[in-house]
């Protein structure tokens, strides 16, 4: 036999040589998705769901804007000392509502007594006064918190992500 033959392979086993090498190519191909945190969240999202804080924001078509705001009570002692009680329960220090014109002072609610603590939050801009942005200040006023789930509501639509210190952007796709 010469050294560029190759040994007689049954039907079966060229397929397999065909699919591995086949296989094999599609693989170099490809890079290791599990490694890329932000474009591959919704592999570990579900993991941590429970953990990490959330955020509703629902804005109604009078003017009202209502939120909540819940941090699980562990993460509490991660904060300790970066951001008070009565810090985050100031509306106008976690929101700064745009619209046409000045809405009125927020309104809030603190509950410390459950497994999280639950922020409730509600700002009255006046009815045909039109919110065009809120911006949220919660990662400035808590600087360890990594991540949380945010949903914004309207009477057209809702949508829901997660926002990551770790990503450049929201994290639209969680499942």
Same mark, same amino acid.
């Given at each position: 036999m010469r050294a560029t033959e190759v040994p007689h392979l049954t039907k079966a086993a060229r397929h397999f040589v065909i699919f591995l090498g086949l296989f094999a190519g599609l693989s170099a191909c490809t890079t290791d998705d599990k490694t890329d945190y932000c474009k591959n969240h919704y592999v570990y999202h579900q993991q941590h769901r429970d953990?990490?804080?959330?955020?509703?924001?629902?804005?109604l078509d009078d003017g009202i804007m209502q939120s909540e705001m819940q941090?699980?009570?562990?993460?509490?002692?991660? +904060?300790?000392?970066?951001?008070?009680?009565?810090?985050?329960?100031?509306?106008?220090?976690? +929101?700064?509502?745009?619209?046409?014109?000045?809405?009125?002072?927020?309104?809030?609610?603190?509950?410390?007594?459950?497994?999280?603590?639950?922020?409730?939050?509600?700002?009255?801009?006046?009815?045909?006064?039109r919110i065009t942005a809120v911006n949220v200040t919660v990662f400035d006023l808590l600087p360890d918190l990594d991540e949380m789930l945010v949903s914004v509501s309207t009477t057209a639509t809702e949508k829901t992500f997660a926002i990551s210190r770790q990503c450049p952007n929201p994290i639209f796709r969680l499942r």
């Open positions: 953990a990490i804080a959330s955020l509703d924001i629902t804005l941090v699980p009570r562990d993460s509490l002692l991660r +904060f300790a000392g970066t951001a008070s009680l009565d810090t985050l329960s100031d509306s106008d220090a976690v +929101f700064q509502v745009n619209t046409d014109t000045q809405c009125a002072p927020g309104e809030s609610t603190v509950d410390n007594s459950g497994e999280r603590l639950v922020l409730t939050y509600k700002t009255v801009c006046g009815a045909g006064n």
